[in-house]
């Protein structure tokens, strides 16, 4: 036997050929074989093992190890890699050996088989000695590959695979003597490189090197490393690259995310996104920032419009509309940015979606140059909608315009103040001819629908009806006046017959008409009333508007008026001069209106009438008469009133409608309950009403105590804080 192992060392050395013939393999299988096969005490077995192992031991102390420990660097992995396959041949050839001893007395007695007793005599001998020398050579190398050097893959992959191997199915001895110091060499390496690169370079050029790192240590992996190290050895290099300086690198003076995103650099945002969507709580340090930056924004963008607007105090009606203009327009353009990122750099994430809803609800309902957002978006919408408007936009510029201001409102809480704002412009646009296009009208309503539910829109819808119809009536009422009365001098006539519950209220009077304005009301009531026997019509004259014919020395002049106006100046057909108690007895106008009507006329761009004195206030003891020497060059102008605040008015109804909601809201809730605590009441008529407005929780307890006085709830007697419901 000592003579097939020395014959098996030579072949290892090259020196006896390349194998065993068949005559000297059988020879050394039948001696052993006879040795074990024995009877006691001739039986050999257990000598024959310590012997297999004795033998592995000393060719690896005598021959191999010496060997090992004259090399160094890439030398010493080249001598373990010969060295391996040198030993997995002398193992394989002594395992055939001592085949039989293998099969019955190791697996008897429960001993180590001999191929993984070798394993383990080289791993105990060499990897015992060697394993820190080792690791610390390959990490030396891959260092090196990692500065841009080149390296010997191949050999470093041999060198792994048989820490591998010798593991024996277990990753144990790959982990504990070679993963851990790497994964910590890693630490190491990319900790020096970051504390240079956060000095040298941009946030945009850090973040284009840490990927690249990443991106290298995956095909690391592939080429030579084993993959189950590859999450630990992304963890490692994410780790120090972007996790420990995660602050550092978005908040990076002169190139951090916020500049980043003011600049619209979206293919570094993008790999932002990449880099930080890998660690634990990343992107939610991402989303804050997008949220901090948006508002800065918007709040940047109210300082800009308010700024301007005080700015031009004298102009201040004129400057402050096309300051809102410009908020809405702007907040539009912010909004549309920041999304597109969403869409573009942050796949949708939904923390970015809610950063940006969160950043809008911020500023987009705070007041903009002493007006709502409400107020501003419905202006915005009257802008686009009406005839004459500065947007001048296509069809389809129109339709992307009104999405993206639906999507503003979204944002705003005071969504019922929008909707009564929204609804007085529609009105004026709708009974004054000046919608441009009834498509987008009924669009933008469809998308209201789409986004708030039909009782947002019901009223708005009930109006464009009413329009349609009257305009079907109108046809009908011509041919009705077709011929016409002899008594009724000519005048062409139009009415607009509106549903009192779709329209907001406007303001009216029994003003005094001429006779000429009498004749016509009579025709059209007779005309309504054979259609409509069952319905009162209630005539809105402030609404209305006349074209008359003003005969000035010069040449006649056509002047669009209201009828109020109208009526007044009519007045000037009987009588030269007139006082104002003159004025005011004789139409049964209350004073507001009549200061409000003399002005237009005689203070204004147009001075129609003549005053005495002629200063610019309306007083009880002016006069007036037809001004017969006005010209004008243009041979039809518009006369208009001086324009009165709504706002109050409109805020007043959306008050009173809010408490009507909260009524219906708490006893709708009451009713399905029966009985509830306060908090509990409070909270859910919150969340029932946010939909539309955001209701004060001090008005709720109010509109609770108001029930309770009129008997739709009652206090627990029993229980504090409770209320029942009174069926």
């Known amino acids: 036997m000592d003579a097939g192992v020395a014959r098996l060392k030579r072949i290892l050395h090259g020196v006896d050929g390349v194998s065993f013939s068949s005559q000297e393999y059988i020879h050394l299988y039948t001696t052993i074989f006879n040795m074990c096969t024995q009877k006691p005490p001739h039986d050999y077995s257990k000598q024959l093992y310590e012997r297999y192992k004795k033998t592995l031991e000393d060719y690896i102390k005598s021959t191999v190890l010496p060997s090992m420990k004259e090399k160094h660097g890439e030398f010493l992995l080249r001598e373990l890699v010969q060295r391996w396959k040198n030993h997995k041949v002398m193992v394989r050839w002594l395992s055939r050996f001592f085949h039989y001893l293998d099969r019955y007395y190791v697996s008897r007695k429960l001993l180590l088989p001999l191929k993984e007793l070798g394993t383990t005599c080289f791993h105990d001998l060499i990897f ?43 990753m144990t001895v790959y982990e504990q003597d070679f993963e851990e110091a790497f994964c910590k060499g890693t630490a190491d390496y990319y900790s020096k490189k970051a504390q240079t690169w956060m000095l040298e370079d941009s946030c945009a050029e850090y973040m284009f090197k840490a990927e690249e790192c990443l991106q290298k240590e995956k095909e690391r ?25 995660a602050e550092q690198i978005l908040n990076k003076e002169n190139s951090g995310c916020r500049v980043l995103l003011l600049d619209g650099k979206t293919e570094d945002l993008s790999r932002m996104y990449r880099l930080f969507s890998k660690m634990d709580g990343g992107l939610s340090q991402v989303s804050q920032i997008f949220k901090e930056h948006i508002n800065e924004e918007g709040m940047s963008l109210i300082k800009h ?5 005080n700015s031009r105090k004298t102009e201040r009606k004129e400057v402050a509309g096309s300051q809102e203009q410009d908020f809405v327009r702007k907040a539009i353009e912010l909004h549309q940015k920041h999304l597109t990122y969403i869409t ?58 009104l999405d993206k201001v639906v999507n503003i409102l979204t944002y705003i809480s005071d969504k019922d103040l929008f909707v009564e704002f929204h609804r007085k412009k529609l009105g004026k646009r709708l009974l004054f001819d000046r919608s441009a296009n009834n498509d987008h009208e009924l669009s933008l309503l469809s998308k209201l629908k789409q986004y708030f539910g039909g009782q947002f829109t019901s009223k ?33 006539l139009s009415v607009t017959v509106l549903t009192t519950g779709f329209w907001p209220s406007y303001k009216t009077f029994n003003i005094n008409l001429p ?35 003003a005969r ?40 507001d209106d009549a200061v409000r009507l003399l002005h237009s006329l005689s203070c204004a761009k147009y001075k129609i009438l003549d005053k005495e004195p002629s ?36 805020i007043e109804d959306v008050n009173k409608d809010r408490r009507f909601s909260i009524d219906a809201s708490i006893v709708r809730i009451m009713k399905s309950r029966k009985v509830m605590s306060h908090q509990q009441l409070v909270t859910e008529c919150v969340e029932q009403l946010s939909r539309m407005f955001k209701p004060d929780i001090k008005i709720i307890k109010r509109r609770i105590e108001d029930l309770i006085s009129r008997e739709y709830l009652e206090r627990d007697l029993e229980t504090a804080n409770t209320y029942r419901y009174l069926a």
């Open 460 to 492: 708005m819808e009930g109006m464009l009806t009413d329009i349609a119809t009257a305009r079907e009536r109108q046809t009908k009422f011509e041919a009705y006046m077709d011929p016409w009365p002899e008594s009724c001098p000519r005048v062409d």
């Open 515 to 549: 006779t000429e304005m009498i004749k016509c009301v009579e025709l059209y009531k007779n005309f309504y009333n054979e259609n409509q026997k069952h319905r009162k019509l209630n005539w809105i004259y402030s609404m209305g508007s006349c074209n008359i014919i």
């Open 552 to 591: 000035f020395e010069a040449r006649p002049v056509e002047l669009i008026v209201t009828t109020y106006q109208a009526a007044l100046l009519l007045l000037f057909n009987e009588a030269d001069r007139l006082s104002y108690s003159d004025i005011v007895t004789q139409l049964n106008l209350p004073d």
């Open 305 to 309: 419009v308010t700024d301007a607007a």
């Open 221 to 245: 992996v592939a080429h030579y490393l084993h993959s189950t190290t590859e999450p630990k050895l992304l963890l490692e290099t994410l780790s120090e690259l972007i996790s420990k300086r």
């Open 615 to 650: 200063n610019r206030t309306i007083s009880p003891s002016d006069m007036f008469q037809f001004n017969d020497k006005f010209t004008d060059k243009m041979r039809r102008i518009k006369v208009p009133l001086p324009p009165t605040d709504e706002k109050k008015k409109v």
């Open 344 to 401: 573009n750099c942050f796949q949708n994430q939904t923390a970015f979606h809610k950063a940006l809803k969160e950043a809008f609800e911020l500023f987009c309902n705070k007041d903009v140059a002493g007006c709502s957002s409400a107020e501003s978006l419905a202006a915005f919408c009257d802008n686009i909608l009406r005839k004459g408007g500065s947007e001048k936009l296509s069809d389809e510029a129109v339709e992307e315009t």
């Open 128 to 170: 015992s000695e060697l394993k820190t020398t080792l690791a610390a050579i390959i990490i030396d190398m891959v260092d090196h590959e990692r500065d841009g050097q080149r390296i010997d893959r191949a050999l470093v992959k041999d060198v792994l695979d048989i820490y591998v191997e010798i593991g024996r199915g277990s």
